[in-house]
């Protein structure tokens, strides 16, 4: 479904991503985990066609994109933000912002859609005329999530959409995001610097450092410790330690 | 349970327009906005200085617009037997160097005056509001030839630049609109780059371009809205600075040309009596001065209300 050929993606003099390749499957997840700074998030990006200064190929279903994106790209292709104070817009409600991708794309229904939308975030229908400012973390994360998936999109691509959150909201809004991926059917693509996370919702990972995927693995290899990577083992370790406080 | 303090389901009927109003769950998109406006009303009214210049401009727009109902005169009307007549009962502001009746000439001035301001305001506001969100928003070689070109306006100073414009078309109230709209937009597309620069690589853009949505669509509906309120107080708060250069053009004889009856016009013609008939020149002095403090007064509110810096 998606796929990365030799990606490389420099800021000014500073190489990002160093020629990083792997591909997503329909309906799978995969999960890129590394430090701050690895270069993540910038593929995550670059594939949205937020950024639009890489070399190598981005593919989707098997056509390579160019970097300026068509509009039916963003009927398939949606992305999570890892802020959520950050990524709704201060003075729209949450009515206002669901109805935005329906009404660039000509979906009719807005209102039927945006119930749905909300019931299915798991959001009560009294909070689709509040402001973002009237709302708390977790539930602005969720309009966030709604956001995404109104125009019914078939990728989704989360960027740490969990780490601007408390740890017991954290469990809710992954539960939710497993929970909408069965229900939908679909691809997840997932950055996150916290391997717990990563484990949660993907079966197939990717490690990243210092702009490399240093080792692709599936989380059952992870767990039996069958790991070739020092850099993974350092991530392991650190989970693990993590989960014992 | 005490007696019967519950609230009905039928209750949600009755309430009043301020209850709806302020509902904090609000049940349609009309109830938010009227909500929203309504206490944003409120928090204005609670500010007693801001409410007292808005009164006191609304005052002078209503004078204005009723001064054929309102004067007493003819503005034009000449009586050089009355000529420079102090204030009394038949002249309540006196007469000026023709006879004319100050009272009438002051509210008919009104007009022209405050019609200058809107007129300066209604070009200037939406094009430098524009200029700015597109230059910070798109930014590259359109946010530099915009910028350069607001640079070059903005370098100007502006009463000099504006004889200069209405010295080369016929002197009026229509050059000198033009003169000080040229001259006065830069500052608002500076301030509207200023606040599109901060939020142009805020997420919740990037969300909206994830939905597909074109520039022109993104400036209009998500950045505009935002840059919007800085520029309305900065607006309110430049009527002011507005009022005195159309006055000042006008005392210049750049603007309104006589007999029209604009307030600074007003003042230049009557300045030889400033000393002996000093109330010729003092009442469209006064109002010059009431309406730019009102308009400042005004402004200063609007910003506490709109304003998210500031509060």
Redesign the interface.
């Known amino acids: 479904m998606i796929g990365v050929e030799n990606l490389r993606i420099r800021f000014g003099d500073v190489e990002a991503v160093r020629g990083i390749s792997f591909a997503v499957a329909k309906g799978e997840s995969f999960g890129i985990v590394g430090e701050s700074g690895s270069g993540k998030s910038t593929v995550l990006r670059a594939i949205?066609?937020?950024n639009r200064n890489w070399e190598g190929r981005i593919l989707f279903d098997g056509e390579p994109m160019a970097p300026q994106r068509p509009?039916s790209?963003?009927?398939r292709?949606?992305?999570v933000?890892?802020?959520p104070y950050?990524?709704?817009?201060?003075?729209?409600?949450v009515?206002?912002q669901l109805a935005?991708?329906l009404m660039?794309?000509g979906i009719d229904g807005i209102d039927t859609r945006i119930v749905r939308a909300l019931d299915e975030a798991g959001l009560a229908a009294?909070?689709r005329?509040?402001?973002p400012h009237?709302l708390s973390g977790g539930q602005r994360q969720r309009v966030?999530i709604a956001?995404a998936l109104i125009?019914d999109p078939e990728v989704l691509l989360l960027d740490e959409p969990t780490s601007a959150l408390d740890v017991s909201i954290q469990a809710e809004i992954l539960n939710l995001l497993a929970d909408l991926q069965r229900a939908r059917r679909l691809t997840y693509l997932l950055v996150s610097h916290n391997l717990a996370v990563v484990t949660h919702l993907c079966p197939l990972i990717g490690v990243m450092q210092a702009g490399e995927m240093v080792e692709r693995l599936t989380v059952e290899a992870l767990r039996a410790g069958h790991i070739t990577h020092p850099h993974t083992a350092q991530l392991r370790r650190l989970a693990l330690e993590l989960e014992e406080v | 349970m005490s007696d019967g303090a519950k609230p009905l389901a039928g209750a949600r009927a009755r309430l009043s327009w301020h209850e709806w109003l302020l509902d904090?769950?609000?049940?349609?998109?009309r109830?938010?906005v009227w909500g929203?406006f309504y206490r944003k009303c409120r928090r204005f009214a609670a500010n007693r200085l801001a409410m007292g210049g808005l009164i006191a401009v609304l005052l002078l727009v209503v004078l204005s617009l009723l001064a054929p109902v309102l004067a007493p005169y003819d503005p034009h009307a000449q009586a050089l037997a009355s000529r420079l007549a102090p204030p009394s009962a038949a002249h309540w502001l006196g007469t000026d160097e023709l006879g004319r009746d100050l009272l009438s000439r002051l509210l008919y001035g009104g007009r022209i005056t405050l019609g200058m301001v809107v007129a300066v305001v209604v070009l200037v506001a939406p094009f430098g509001l524009l200029v700015g969100c597109v230059a910070g928003y798109l930014g590259g070689l359109t946010d530099r030839i915009l910028m350069r070109l607001t640079d070059i306006f903005l370098a100007f100073p502006r009463l000099i630049l504006a004889l200069a414009f209405v010295a080369a078309l016929k002197p009026g109230i229509g050059s000198a609109v033009i003169a000080i709209a040229l001259t006065s937009w830069p500052p608002y597309a500076r301030l509207a780059r200023a606040d599109t620069l901060t939020i142009r690589d805020?997420?919740?853009i990037?969300?909206?371009?994830?939905?597909?949505?074109s520039a022109g669509?993104i400036i209009l509906?998500?950045i505009v809205?935002?840059a919007l309120s800085s520029v309305i107080v900065r607006v309110s708060l430049d009527m002011a600075g507005i009022i005195i250069t159309a006055a000042g053009l006008g005392f210049l004889g750049m603007g309104a040309q006589p007999p029209a009856s604009e307030w600074g016009t007003m003042i230049a013609t009557s300045r030889d009596y400033i000393l002996e008939q000093w109330w010729v020149p003092a009442a469209p002095g006064i109002a010059i001065f009431v309406a730019a403090f009102a308009f400042n007064l005004l402004g200063d509110g609007l910003r506490d209300v709109l304003d998210p810096k500031a509060r």
């Open positions: 949205a066609g937020l509009r790209f963003f009927r292709v949606q992305m933000f890892q802020d950050g990524s709704l817009h201060p003075r729209q409600t009515d206002r935005e991708p660039i794309h009294r909070l005329f509040r402001y009237q966030a956001r125009a | 904090e769950e609000p049940s349609s998109r109830q938010t929203e805020a997420d919740f990037a969300a909206v371009r994830l939905a597909g949505a669509r509906r998500h809205p935002l």
